[in-house]
C-alpha cells in the first residue's frame, strides 16, 4: 500500500509520498478537502454536500457543516444544552449560502421541544427571507412529535422522513 506524509499548509495540503515497504500492493488513497487543487484551477463540484466546518463538536451533539454550503449534518441528541449552538449553526448556514437551508438528521436519535422550537424560528426566519429550512432523513419518532404538535404547518419549514424499511 502506498502511504503519504500529509504536511499542512496555508491554502491547501502538501502530498509527500512516504518510502513502500518491499511486497506490498499499490494503492492511493486521496482525500480533497479544499476548493482549488495545486495548479489553481477549481476542483468540478460534487453531487453530495461537503462538512468539511465543524460548527460543535461536544460529547452531546456534532454539527458539521461546509463553506459556501447550506447544508448541515446533526449528529447525537438536541436538547436545551445545545439549542444555543444550533441557533448559531442554522444562522451560519443561512448566512454562507444565503438561500435554503437544509440539515441532514440522519444521525440524530432525540430532539426535544427545546430543538424542534428552534428549528422552527429558523424556518420562520428563513421563510421571511423568502427561503426554506428542509430537515432530511428525519426519523419517524421525530417527525410524529412534529406533527403532534402542530410544528409541521411551520411556514418555511420542510420535513423530509427517512424511508421506513
Known sequence: MRT??????????TMVRAPRPKGEEQMTVWRITGGESESGVPRPERGSPRYDLVELDS?????AGGTGSP???LTGEIDVSNV?????????AQARAGGDVHVDLAGVGFVDVSGLRAFARAARDLNGLG???VLHSVSAHIDRLVRLIGWDAVPGLQVHCRPRG
Open 84 to 92: 444555543p449552538a444550533l441557533t448559531r449553526a442554522l444562522h451560519g
Open 131 to 133: 427561503h426554506m429550512l
Open 4 to 13: 503519504w506524509d500529509v504536511r499542512g499548509r496555508s491554502g491547501g495540503i
Open 59 to 63: 460529547p452531546l451533539l456534532h454539527i
Open 71 to 73: 447544508w448541515l449534518r
